[in-house]
């Protein structure tokens, strides 16, 4: 697979080119401490610390005349290293099938240069273009180390969400790293059942080449058990995993969700506001046997109706 095509680097070069020369040394000269950086902290429980490190080490570089410019010029440079980088991540066809089109868009929204860089955006093209997270689907990506500790699984039992989460947290190996999926809201046309189901089939084969992972999870508000009634159409978010062997770990309201559960929904927003419903956020966690279980049946039923 071409990584880059001629246009990718043209757009990657003219985004660089949009900072002066001498600036243009400055990034070329810190970008590889910065991309070990962010590489050191990419098994963070936070999605976010990749991101911080780059911003610190342009901060460092550029003081208060760091801009927009800078941060996109330098992603732009590790998207140009991105021939090297993602094959060296051993990813299976089914994610790297999806690149051209996950390039396609960085390259455009980097061009397109919207002012303020949004901090979100922001974390995930750092991600992104250092391979730290890959494509699973058209909408969803995919971090390859998180951790999921012991505490979070003992505060869930304590608070009286329930203990069998404990034997399963041992069965599946718990402590070992996971893999995350995280939605790209600048391209919602896989946030659907078969979207979902690709991004998971997806996890399940990187996995394979992946030993000493325990499986994949999610954290969000949309896998809220409550969401079942109130929102019917996300129901087979928390349910299809729920049913081929993943389980869940209460995480607990915070203004972040009640946010997020509010804008895609005049019913939730309609909720909250008369104190109805309060979005939880919660942990999926598909262990890797049952995942990859479940994926394997999924590419048997598909080649069959084909």
């Avoid at 880059?4 to 680097?9: F, K, R, S, Y």
């Avoid at 600048?186 to 991004?199: K, Q, T």
Wanted: hydrophobic share 45%; glycine share 4%.
């Amino acid at each position: 697979m071409e990584t880059l095509t001629p246009a990718h680097i043209a757009a990657f070069e003219a985004v660089l080119n949009r900072v002066p020369a001498e600036d243009r040394a400055r990034l070329h000269a810190l970008r590889d401490a910065a991309a070990d950086a962010a590489l050191a902290s990419a098994p963070h429980w936070d999605f976010d610390q990749p991101g911080h490190r780059a911003e610190e080490a342009l901060q460092a570089a550029f003081g208060t005349a760091l801009t927009d410019d800078h941060r996109r010029a330098l992603v732009a440079i590790w998207a140009l290293e991105m021939p090297a980088r993602v094959p060296a991540a051993d990813l299976p066809q089914a994610s790297l099938e999806l690149y051209p089109q996950w390039i396609d868009r960085l390259a455009a929204f980097l061009t397109e240069a919207a002012n303020p860089y949004d901090r979100d955006f922001w974390a995930k093209d750092v991600r992104i273009s250092l391979v730290l997270s890959v494509p699973g689907a058209r909408t969803q990506m995919i971090d390859l180390s998180s951790p999921m500790g012991p505490g979070q699984i003992l505060r869930h039992a304590r608070e009286g969400w329930g203990w069998s989460v404990i034997p399963a947290y041992a069965a599946a190996q718990s402590w070992k790293p996971w893999l995350e999926v995280h939605t790209e809201s600048r391209e919602l046309s896989d946030f659907n059942e078969a979207g979902w189901d690709r991004a998971w089939a997806t996890a399940a084969e990187i996995l394979k080449r992946r030993p000493e992972m325990a499986g994949m999870l999610g954290s969000s508000w949309f896998y809220d058990p409550p969401l079942e009634q109130i929102s019917p159409r996300l129901a087979y978010l928390r349910v299809n995993p729920l049913k081929h062997g993943a389980f869940l770990i209460h995480q607990g309201p915070g203004e972040i969700h009640t946010q997020r559960a509010a804008t895609s929904s005049p019913t939730r927003k309609a909720l909250i506001e008369e104190g109805k419903y309060t979005a939880r956020s919660w942990i999926v966690a598909w262990p890797r046997a049952a995942l990859i279980k479940w994926a394997d049946a999924r590419k048997a039923q598909l080649a069959e109706a084909a």
